[in-house]
């Protein structure tokens, strides 16, 4: 695994290997019950490969190849799993000892990342096009959270309205609502966002952070139509396990499951 990139000039602007994507995966995955007691909710098998590799795909596709792993808990069969990732991706990761939150965990590990970077949850496909993925993030703004009004299985917690995150994780009772949406777990954020939970001790979650860009009207929202999977819970996890399968081996045209 590789040391950290550094990058200069506009921070907006991907180096070498694209956009750094950081990926949160160090959870104990205690929806999952008994299925995550010895093996992490990222390596949960999918039609015969970790859901890992399932998460990666897209990112690689296109044309991400710069990866920082947040881990914790069972840390090791991931970090073997990648340490077999070939030449060019480029591979970093930390392992929390002890629980830190979401937020916390990249608090914990800012000086690893860039000044913008892309953040997936680790229970998280979202199969679409990263390319350009930077300028979801317009200046002045300290994140643009992916949301999708899909049908996702995932209840909707997300209000927008004129291209803002203006409520998360909020009822419908305040007057300003356009669209509910759903958070898909991907977000381009900037580091120095993360001053806004400094003083916060651990376990931090990203929605106490969310919340408080929403206070500040710097958390934007980038629109999408597609749906997204989240294996969080043992329901939805059999339900997109059964559907890659039924999708296995690839097919030159799209399955009508994917």
Partial sequence: MNGPQSQHGDPRTPGPGGLQTVVLAGGRATRLGRLAVQLPKIMQPVAGRPFLDTLLEPLLDSGLLRFHFCLGHLAAPVLAHLRDMPAPVEIMA????????????????AHHLDEVFLLVLGDTHLPIRYTGAADWLAPGDEATMVVTDAPTGVPPNTTVRNGRVTAYQKTDDDGETDTRWTDTGVCVLRRSALDHVAGRPDPVDLGELYRRLVARRTLAAHRIPEPFTDIGTPERYAEFRARQERCAPAEESPCEYC
């Fill in 94 to 109: 930390q392992v929390e000892t002890v629980p830190r939150g979401t937020a916390g965990a990249l608090r914990a590990g």
